[in-house]
């Protein structure tokens, strides 16, 4: 009773959009019936929907060992496969955009004044009393 109970909670949970408790109530099912099909497939649609990817896989998977026979699950199976490959998908092109261009696209180029630069066309004479060090690093 308390199985069933868990499961229709967690349906409910999952049609609100509340995919964290539907997840802790699907889990307390399964503490108590780990072979309650309907508290797998739900865990694993409100990981799906919560994109908790990994985790949405292995219950989508644990589901359809126990009940290999029900089309439902590997439809929804084959649904997580597509959602995960358009998830990756958006994720690669978001990436893409984000290193296309210049980190300082948004800046103007530097200016630099040529207004107070003295040009010498020989070496300025050695003064010992303003010796200076230059390092080639």
Known sequence: MKVTCHQNLSLVLNGKGEYADAIVNCTKALEIDPKAVKA?????????????????????????????GDKKLRVEFENLKKIKAEYAASEADTMKKMFAGSLYTDKEDAKISTAN???????????????QTFFDI
């Open 40 to 68: 797998q497939y739900l865990r694993g649609v409100a990981n799906m929907k919560a994109k908790n990817y990994p985790e949405a896989t292995a219950d989508l998977k644990a589901a359809i060992m126990l009940a290999p």
């Open 117 to 131: 630069v003295k040009v010498h066309n020989e070496l300025p004479a050695f003064d010992a009393e303003n010796s």
